[in-house]
């Protein structure tokens, strides 16, 4: 089945740094979305992308839809404790049989340098 | 609140039982998906309404699992004869219908334990 490959897995930020992670894929998606998962509660959508080379911001995040269309990047600047948590890309395709799930990456989590 | 509601938030249950759980999705949306996640992992796709019917579901949707939204607003999902690799978070989300719009907004889950 499809996967996506999500790294870092895990990365410790420093209030102020600026923070990247990327998302690639063997296939092909038409939608890319980034949420963000505190513990115990469910994934909250950050960007939506619908196409390719689309760059989009909301406040201090900025992610980018690959002219590949099998990749997808977010970056958070001048990062603040309450960035901490797991960022889960996720990639949507509306073919091949699969109209409703999204399909998600294992997930980059973020902590607090000690 | 107007977001995605899910009831119970936790659940343990003993091995063999059955459970159901609800999800009230935002009231407009007339899409809802069910996902179960497991420690360390994303979210895996489970079943996916449009309005009343049930239009996709995933090999991991075994014989044990149920999932229905009688009315096109709230949906169930029962598990039949718990086992204890069913132990996860179920989430529901939801969204509005239209070709390009694949924005799905998530409940905080529900937490099964299976003993």
């Known amino acids: 089945g499809q996967q996506l490959n999500q790294s870092p897995q895990s990365m410790f930020i420093q209030e102020g740094e600026d923070v990247s992670m990327n998302c690639t894929s063997s296939?092909?998606?038409?939608?890319w979305l980034w949420y963000k998962q505190d513990p115990g509660e469910g994934p909250v959508l950050l960007i939506a992308l619908y196409k390719a080379g689309e760059l989009t911001s909301n406040g201090r995040l900025t992610a980018q839809f690959g002219i590949t269309r099998k990749d997808s990047f977010l970056n958070i600047s001048a990062s603040i404790p309450s960035d901490v948590g797991i960022y889960f890309c996720?990639?949507?395709?509306?073919?091949?049989?699969?109209?409703?799930?999204?399909?998600f990456g294992k997930g980059t989590k973020l902590s607090v340098k000690p | 609140d107007t977001g995605v509601s899910q009831d119970p938030r936790h659940k343990i249950t003993k091995r063999g039982q059955n459970v159901t759980f609800r999800c009230d999705p935002i009231?407009?949306?007339?899409?809802l998906y069910w996902y179960r996640q497991t420690l360390g992992q994303g979210p895996e796709f489970l079943t996916y309404f449009q309005n009343e019917a049930q239009l996709e579901k995933s090999r991991l949707l075994s014989d044990r699992f149920s999932a229905e939204r009688p009315k096109g607003s709230f949906s169930t999902l029962e598990i039949q004869r718990t086992e204890q690799g069913d132990s996860a978070m179920y989430l529901c989300?939801?969204?509005?219908?239209?070709?390009?719009?694949?924005?799905?907004?998530f409940g905080p889950g529900t937490r099964l334990t299976v003993l």
């Open positions: 296939s092909i998606f038409n939608t």
């Open positions: 009231s407009e949306h007339n899409r």
């Open positions: 989300a939801s969204s509005e219908s239209g070709r390009d719009n694949n924005e799905q907004f």
């Open positions: 996720a990639g949507h395709m509306n073919y091949g049989g699969s109209q409703g799930n999204l399909i």
